[in-house]
């Protein structure tokens, strides 16, 4: 069964650091681009970042440039998000989703997420 | 970027209804568009990608159309375990940006 578990939520102070993780099991995960979508608060869906299979291509949305850095390790089936200058605009469920093998993007299986709350 | 439009922003409907739900691009993005269905407080679950197909064990009452700018996702018979929100998302390219959903609630 495939399964994503994502882990490293919490609440932040404004412009302070988080590092999310996301562990992957129940396929061949260096075979995959990989995602990360957030939700904000009673607000809709956003594409944050996502990674080529061998994590040497990695794009971004605008307002995360800069200050998200997306990451994987395959030896240890995992996804990363570093999360640096923090907003409260960041505040939002993450989600981890595996993305693309061949062809074009479709995310087709999903974490449950994990809540970021930025907040003094 | 491309910006994406679903029409309405939410409707009533009841069991059993034929419901569709609009999705435009700002630019035209072939046929590289996904729908989404979610449930409060689960995540996103995928529908149709392609615009067309069919995603392994959803439903044939889903179904997907449209190419270049403007899609449709429809729902042949309204069960009650649909009731949720619709998002599509263009997979064009970067950012792979999703419509601000549609909430299909209970008449």
């Known amino acids: 069964e495939v399964q994503l578990v994502e882990s490293g939520g919490g609440l932040v102070q404004p412009g302070g650091s988080l590092r999310l993780s996301c562990a992957a099991s129940g396929f061949t995960f260096s075979s995959y681009w990989m995602s990360w979508v957030r939700q904000a608060p009673g607000k809709g869906l956003e594409w944050v970042a996502n990674i080529k299979e061998d994590g040497s291509k990695q794009y971004y949305v605008d307002p995360v440039k800069g200050r998200f850095t997306i990451s994987r390790d395959n030896a240890k089936n995992s996804l990363f998000l570093q999360m640096n200058s923090l907003r409260a605009e960041d505040t939002a469920v993450y989600f981890c989703?595996?993305?693309?093998?061949?062809?074009?993007?479709?995310?087709?299986?999903w974490g449950q997420g994990t809540l970021v709350t930025v907040s003094s | 970027d491309i910006q994406m439009t679903q029409s309405p922003s939410s409707l009533s409907a009841s069991v059993g209804d034929r419901v569709t739900i609009t999705c435009r691009a700002s630019q035209s993005i072939s046929t590289y568009l996904n729908w989404y269905q979610q449930k409060p407080g689960k995540a996103p679950k995928l529908l149709i990608y392609a615009a067309s197909t069919l995603q392994s064990g959803v439903p044939s009452r889903f179904s997907g159309s449209g190419s270049g700018t403007d899609f449709t996702l429809t729902i042949s018979c309204l069960q009650p375990e649909d009731f949720a929100t619709y998002y599509c998302?263009?997979?064009?390219?970067?950012?792979?940006?999703f419509g601000g959903g549609t909430k299909v609630e209970i008449k």
């Open positions: 998302q263009q997979s064009d390219r970067a950012p792979l940006t």
């Open positions: 989703a595996r993305d693309k093998s061949v062809g074009p993007t479709k995310l087709d299986c």
